[in-house]
């Protein structure tokens, strides 16, 4: 069966632009998180969604923003790229709201 | 600011032994926990998790929860260099209404033949 699977898997942007970032969650799933992993740290909690609502938000700034579509895949959108945005983005999906996490390969960004 | 500590690594051990990693969390509040295994440059790989007090087995890795203390921590037994990675704890917050994760920041291992 198929994994969470995310895209891009690399992306360069510059500071300023707009970036989509896409995610499948495993058949079956319904719930999708996101992360934000820099280099030598844990995954930081972004957006969790189950059911196309928003279940929970980190502590992100406005810029960052999600939804999640009737097929239960899943977009992040980051506004006003900030060098400070350069991460591992990961994208992780169960079959609920609590039940164990899965994590795709994940989308690296980098800010020019 | 609720937080997960794990023990600071690197942490090397040879081929064949047991190798321990530690967490503790702060939010008494916490139901479910995770240990991940992240090879470099790649993402993190759900390996274990836990719900009640005790120990819970599965091949090599043996997770153990200890509320009261709020401490989790993960033995990996017959250690091989394959094992060698970043693993994370990583403790659910949400209680039943969501999932959000927090994690450690990871402890590296480094297993020598």
């Known amino acids: 069966d198929a994994g969470v699977t995310q895209s891009p898997t690399h992306l360069i942007k510059t500071r300023g632009q707009h970036v989509t970032l896409r995610c499948s969650p495993i058949?079956?799933?319904?719930?999708v998180s996101w992360y934000q992993q820099v280099l030598g740290q844990g995954p930081q909690f972004i957006f969790q969604?189950?059911?196309?609502?928003?279940?929970g938000r980190g502590n992100f700034p406005d810029r960052f923003s999600a939804r999640q579509f009737p097929n239960y895949s899943s977009e992040l959108n980051v506004n006003a790229l900030l060098l400070g945005d350069s991460a591992l983005y990961l994208c992780?999906?169960?079959?609920?709201?609590?039940?164990?996490?899965?994590f795709g390969d994940g989308t690296r960004l980098s800010i020019l | 600011q609720k937080e997960v500590e794990q023990n600071s690594g690197p942490l090397s051990v040879p081929e064949g032994a047991i190798a321990s990693l530690n967490c503790t969390y702060s939010?008494?509040?916490?139901?479910?926990f995770f240990w991940y295994r992240q090879y470099s440059g790649k993402s993190p790989e759900l390996i274990m998790f836990?719900?009640?007090?005790g120990d819970k087995e599965d091949g090599r890795f043996t997770a153990q929860l200890n509320k009261a203390s709020q401490y989790v921590s993960l033995l990996i037994r017959d250690s091989q260099p394959s094992d060698s990675a970043t693993y994370l704890c990583?403790?659910?917050?949400?209680?039943?209404?969501?999932?959000?994760?927090?994690f450690g920041q990871g402890t590296i291992l480094t297993v020598h033949p």
């Open positions: 992780a999906s169960s079959l609920r709201v609590n039940q164990p996490q899965h």
């Open positions: 058949s079956g799933h319904k719930s």
């Open positions: 969604y189950y059911e196309k609502e928003e279940r």
């Open positions: 939010d008494r509040g916490s139901q479910s």
């Open positions: 836990i719900y009640s007090n």
């Open positions: 990583a403790v659910n917050e949400g209680g039943t209404s969501y999932g959000k994760l927090t």
